[in-house]
């Protein structure tokens, strides 16, 4: 009888398993990461040198999903917009892995790709050089946490109030419950997070494309 077909190993696969491990744990070993795959360590290294490597594909895997092609065809707020979106939803679907991803320097060219095509719009529109990235970080900041509010319980805060008057009591009953809460928060801050960023390009006097 013939040894049995083992699948040939890439890396493809190596993301994928590296991935699904994140998400089960939050984080992965290469022994792990080797038994996972059914494969010796050494060879997961012919296609990647080492565990930051891997880490490199994990993030390629998670930000492919990220589209960055409205900037060439939108207004930079419409095109920020939609990037946001599709962000935010690239990272709700594997919350486990933002924490893993921000211990890592990004380099990888693939990864890169994402905030080269925000940079290139918010130039374009006008952005001064040494505000560039600090629109694109405050922009992470704030869909890194929305990523993680997408994945959150369905009640986040339970109020003890003394009187059915209280501020936070009434908040809380008048706010929407469960994916709606999350959507309503990430709209409103998004909303706001542009309005941001318009006044900021005008404060600049750039002239908006």
Known sequence: MG????????????????????????????????????????SI????????????????????????????????????????RSYRAAFSRHPTAIRLLATETVRDPGSLSVYHSAATGLRDA??????IMAVITAAENFLLGAALDAAAPEVMIEADATTADDALTRALAAAPRGPERAEQAFETGLAALLAGFRALLQDRGAVRR
């Open 126 to 131: 006008g952005f001064p050089d040494d505000h």
């Open 3 to 42: 040894r049995p077909r083992v699948a040939r190993l890439d890396r493809e696969r190596i993301a994928e398993a590296a991935l699904e491990l994140v998400d089960r744990d939050g984080d992965f070993r290469m022994p792990d990461l080797a038994r996972h795959l059914n494969v010796q360590v050494s």
């Open 45 to 84: 290294y012919h296609h990647a040198k080492g565990r930051a490597a891997v880490v490199e594909l994990v993030r390629h895997r998670v930000v492919r999903e990220i589209d960055g092609s409205s900037f060439e065809r939108l207004p930079w707020d419409e095109a920020l917009s939609e990037w946001a």
